[in-house]
C-alpha cells in the first residue's frame, strides 16, 4: 500500500497547484487593469501567487516521478512551505484593495486561503508520516 | 486486536470504501449546514437592514425619481446623491403625526484610494439623528466632530489613518460593525464635514449640486411617526400636502427584499432536503448491501464466541466512525466555504446577508454533526438488526 | 466429588426444516431424534452421506443452531436454556470451532485470526506467543503476518485449526479441516486434533477423511 499511495500524494499537490494557477488566471483572479492603464495592489498580490503556483506545479511533477525517499520529504516540505506563502501573499504580503466587496477579498483571498492550507496541509502531513516512519524504522 | 478494535481495523483495511462512505456523509453535512447557514444569513440580514432603517418613513425630493434612488443607496449599495432645501425638514416636521424628524446628507465619492470604486458618504446631525448614530455609539461612543468618519464594515481602513474624499482628508474614527447591508460600504460624518466635501466636490468640478449652498441642503429626511398616529395616513398627508418631495414607507423597501429573501431560502431549502433524501438513500443502499456481503464474516465471529449484539455493535461502531469523520469533514467545508465566500455569496444574491454569530454557528454545527450520527446509526440499525438475526450454521454450511 | 466423563450430552434432539417447493415434502428432519454423547479424552469421528445431517447435529452441540426437540446438556447444564450472550461466552471459553470452508477473517492477519478468540473476553497477555506456537506446530508460523487472501485453501484451514485451539477448549468441534489438505498436512492436522484429546478435550471431528480412522477413538455413522 505505501508505494500505491507516494504518486497519489504527489498527484494531488499537482493538482491543487495547477488549480492555483488555472483559478488565479480566471475566476479567482485580482481586480483589473483601471480605464487610465494602472493598476491596484491587488493586481501584484495576483502576480505572485501566478508565481508560486508555476513553481510549485514544478516540484509536485518532480514529486510524482522521485523514488528517493529523501527527495520526497524534501519535496513535501517544500510545496507545504508554498502553501503557507500562497495563504500569506493576499491581504498580508500584499495588500488588497480597499473595499471589501472587490473581488480580490470576496473571491481571490479566499480561494488562495483555501488551495495554500490544502497545500500545506496534504504536503505537511506527507512529510510527518514518512519522518515517524523513519523514527520507527 | 479485539472486538473493540475491530470497527476501526475494518475501516483501515477498506480505505476507498471508507473514504466513499466518509465523502457521501461530508456532502450531506455540507449541504446541509451549508444551506442552513445561508437561510440564516439572509434572515439575519434582512433584520439587520430592518434595524438600521430605524426610520418610519423617509422623505427625498421628488426630483431624485424617489424610491429607486433610496433603495439603490440603501439597499443595493450604489452610491448616489441628490438634495433638496432645508426648509423641508421644519416643514416635515410640523406635520402632525410626526413625533421628531432627522436630515441626512448623501454624497458620493469618486476616488479615494479604493480602486475607482464610489464610497458613498452620508452625513448626519449627530444631535437629532436616531438611525445611524445609535450604530455609531455602539462602536465609537462619541460623536463625530468635523474632520471625522466612521467607516463600514467593508471599507478597509485602519482607525487612525486617513482616507482622501474631494481633496479633503478624513480620520477614520471608528469602524462600524458588520450589517450584511449596503451601509457596510458607507462613510459617515457629521453635517460640517459633509458640508466641506461637497464645497470640495464643487471646487473638482464635480456637479453635485445645481444652485443650492451647500450650507442649506439636506438629502433625506428621517421621520419617526408618533405611536398614536398611523404610519401610513401620516405618508399619505405628506404626498399631498408637503410639495416637491415624495415620503415612502421604509417598510415598503424592505418588503421587496424580504420577498425575494424568502423565494432564495424556498429554493436553497429544497435543495438541501433533495441532497439530504439522495444522500441518506445512498447511505442505506450502501449499508444494506455492505451488511449482506459481510454475513459471512459475521457468522464467523457468532462461531467464535461473539454474541449477536456485539457483532451488531462492530457494525453500528463503524458507521459512527464514519459518521463523525465525515460530518467533521463536512462541516469543515462548508464553514470554511461560507466564512471564506460570504463577500462573493452576498453580491451574488444583491441581498442583505449577515452571517450568524460564532455561537450560533458553532449551535448549527453541532446540530449537523448530531444529525450525521443520528442517520449513522439509523441507517446501520436495519443491517445491524439483520445480522442479528443471521444463522451462523446456514451460513457457514452454504460455504 | 470425580468429575463426570461425558461432557457434551445430546438427549433426544431433532432439527426440522420447512422446505418449500415439492407439496409432499413440506416439513423434513435434517436430523431425525437422536441421541449423542462426548466424553472428554476422546476423539469422536462422525461419518455419513451428504445430507445425513452431520453438520447440523454439530451446529445443535456447539451451541449455533436451536433443536426443534431435546436438549442439549453441557455439563448436565441445558444448552438452550442460556441467553445469546452467555451462551456465545460459553462457545468461546469451552468450545473451540472449526467450521466447514475457508473462514479465517479477511481483515486480520494470521496472527490476529488465530488469537481473536482469545481476546474478545480476555486480555492478551502471553497469547501472541501461544498462537505462535500453534502454528508452527501446524506448519504455518511463516505466515502469521500475512492475510488470509494470500494464503491457499489448505493454509487457511490449518489457521481454522489454530483459532479453534487457542482457548484451549473442552471440547473441539471439528467439521471437514482436513479439506483441501494433502497427507502431510492432513496428518498434521488429525495428530493435532489427536493431542487436544490426549490433553483432556473431547472432540468431534466431522469427516469424509479415510485417514481419520487411525486418529479416532469411536465412530458413528449417522443417515443410517
Same mark, same amino acid.
Given at each position: ?137 | ?68 434612488? +433610496? ?189 425575494? &429573501? ?72 462548508? +464553514?470554511?466555504? &461560507? ?21 450560533? &454557528? ?38 | 466429588?470425580?468429575?463426570?466423563? #461425558? ?95 475457508? #473462514? ?121
Amino acid at each position: 500500500m505505501e508505494n500505491k499511495s507516494q504518486p497519489v500524494v504527489g498527484v494531488i499537490l499537482l493538482v491543487l497547484s495547477l488549480l492555483l494557477i488555472v483559478g488565479v488566471l480566471s475566476f479567482a483572479g485580482p481586480c483589473g487593469v483601471h480605464d487610465d492603464g494602472s493598476v491596484s495592489s491587488c493586481f501584484w498580490a495576483g502576480r505572485a501567487l501566478l508565481g508560486i503556483g508555476v513553481v510549485s506545479t514544478v516540484l509536485s511533477l518532480v514529486r510524482v516521478f522521485e523514488r528517493d525517499e529523501g527527495e520526497r520529504r524534501g519535496l513535501s516540505l517544500a510545496v507545504a512551505c508554498l502553501g503557507v506563502l500562497v495563504v500569506c501573499v493576499p491581504g498580508a504580503l500584499i495588500d488588497l484593495c480597499m473595499m471589501q466587496t472587490m473581488r480580490c477579498h470576496t473571491v481571490m483571498r479566499p480561494f488562495a486561503l483555501g488551495v495554500g492550507i490544502a497545500l500545506a496541509l496534504v504536503g505537511g502531513i506527507d512529510l510527518t508520516r514518512r519522518l515517524l516512519k523513519l523514527r520507527h524504522a | 486486536m479485539n472486538l473493540k478494535t475491530y470497527p476501526l481495523n475494518s475501516l483501515r483495511r477498506h480505505p476507498a470504501r471508507t473514504a466513499g462512505l466518509c465523502v457521501l456523509v461530508a456532502l450531506l453535512c455540507s449541504a446541509v449546514l451549508g444551506g442552513s447557514l445561508v437561510i440564516g444569513s439572509l434572515q439575519n440580514g434582512l433584520a439587520s437592514l430592518e434595524a438600521r432603517m430605524g426610520a418610519d418613513i423617509l422623505v427625498a425630493p421628488k426630483s431624485a425619481s424617489t424610491t429607486t434612488n +433610496l433603495e439603490d443607496i440603501l439597499i443595493n449599495g450604489i452610491p448616489g446623491y441628490f438634495y433638496m432645501d432645508k426648509s423641508y425638514v421644519d416643514k416635515v416636521a410640523q406635520v402632525e403625526g410626526v413625533e421628531r424628524v432627522s436630515p441626512q446628507y448623501y454624497l458620493a465619492s469618486v476616488k479615494a484610494g479604493c480602486c475607482s470604486m464610489p464610497v458613498q458618504i452620508i452625513g448626519i446631525d449627530p444631535q437629532t439623528d436616531f438611525t445611524i448614530q445609535p450604530w455609531i455609539d455602539h462602536s465609537y461612543g462619541k460623536e463625530l466632530q468635523r474632520g471625522e468618519v466612521a467607516v463600514g464594515a467593508n471599507i478597509t481602513g485602519q482607525v487612525g489613518s486617513t482616507i482622501r474624499f474631494y481633496g479633503r482628508d478624513c480620520t477614520i474614527v471608528a469602524k462600524l460593525d458588520n450589517t450584511g447591508t449596503a451601509l457596510d460600504n458607507a462613510a459617515f460624518c457629521d453635517v460640517q464635514t459633509i458640508t466641506d466635501l461637497i464645497e470640495g466636490s464643487v471646487e473638482q468640478g464635480i456637479a453635485v449640486l445645481t444652485n443650492n449652498d451647500p450650507n442649506n441642503i439636506v438629502s433625506t429626511v428621517q421621520v419617526k411617526v408618533d405611536p398614536d398616529h398611523n404610519v401610513q395616513d401620516v405618508t399619505d398627508y405628506i404626498n399631498l400636502h408637503v410639495r416637491g418631495v415624495k415620503a415612502v414607507r421604509s417598510k415598503a423597501m424592505t418588503t421587496g427584499v424580504a420577498s425575494s &429573501m424568502a423565494g432564495i431560502s424556498r429554493v436553497v431549502g429544497i435543495l438541501v432536503a433533495v441532497v439530504w433524501v439522495l444522500a441518506v438513500t445512498v447511505l442505506f443502499v450502501a449499508l444494506w448491501v455492505l451488511g449482506r456481503q459481510r454475513t459471512k464474516e459475521f457468522a464467523v465471529l457468532r462461531v467464535l464466541g461473539a454474541p449477536s449484539n456485539a457483532v451488531a455493535r462492530v457494525l453500528v461502531t463503524e458507521n459512527l466512525i464514519v459518521s463523525a469523520v465525515g460530518a467533521l469533514a463536512g462541516i469543515a467545508v462548508a +464553514l470554511l466555504a &461560507m466564512l471564506g465566500f460570504s463577500g462573493a455569496l452576498e453580491q451574488a444574491l444583491g441581498l442583505p446577508f449577515l452571517l450568524p454569530s460564532v455561537p450560533s &454557528m458553532a449551535i448549527w454545527a453541532l446540530l449537523t454533526l448530531a444529525m450525521a450520527l443520528a442517520v449513522g446509526v439509523l441507517t446501520s440499525a436495519f443491517a445491524a438488526r439483520r445480522i442479528a438475526k443471521v444463522d451462523a450454521s446456514q451460513i457457514l454450511r452454504d460455504e | 466429588m470425580a468429575q463426570s466423563q #461425558t461432557i457434551v450430552e445430546a438427549k433426544g434432539v431433532r432439527k426440522e426444516y420447512f422446505r418449500k417447493g415439492r407439496e409432499a415434502a413440506r416439513y423434513f428432519d435434517a436430523v431425525p431424534q437422536t441421541d449423542f454423547v462426548l466424553e472428554r479424552g476422546e476423539l469422536v469421528e462422525v461419518t455419513g452421506r451428504s445430507g445425513s445431517g452431520k453438520t447440523t447435529l454439530l451446529s445443535m452441540l456447539c451451541g449455533l443452531l436451536t433443536p426443534t426437540e431435546g436438549v442439549v446438556l453441557v455439563d448436565g447444564q441445558d444448552l438452550y436454556a442460556l441467553d445469546d450472550a452467555k451462551r456465545s461466552a460459553l462457545r468461546n471459553e469451552r468450545f473451540g470451532v472449526i467450521p466447514q470452508g475457508q #473462514t479465517p477473517l479477511a481483515d486480520l492477519t494470521v496472527l490476529q485470526n488465530v488469537f481473536l478468540p482469545y481476546t474478545m473476553y480476555r486480555d492478551p497477555g502471553d497469547v501472541e506467543q501461544r498462537a505462535l506456537e500453534l502454528l508452527a506446530v501446524l506448519g504455518v508460523a511463516e505466515l502469521s503476518e500475512c492475510y488470509p487472501q494470500e494464503l491457499s485453501g489448505g493454509e487457511m484451514r490449518r489457521i481454522a485449526v489454530a483459532r479453534a485451539l487457542i482457548c484451549q477448549p473442552d471440547v473441539v468441534f471439528a467439521d471437514e479441516p482436513t479439506g483441501d489438505l494433502d497427507d502431510h498436512n492432513t496428518a498434521l492436522v488429525l495428530q493435532a486434533l489427536r493431542d487436544a484429546a490426549d490433553a483432556g478435550a473431547a472432540v468431534m471431528l466431522v469427516t469424509h477423511e479415510q485417514a481419520a480412522s487411525a486418529y479416532a477413538d469411536r465412530l458413528v455413522k449417522l443417515g443410517q
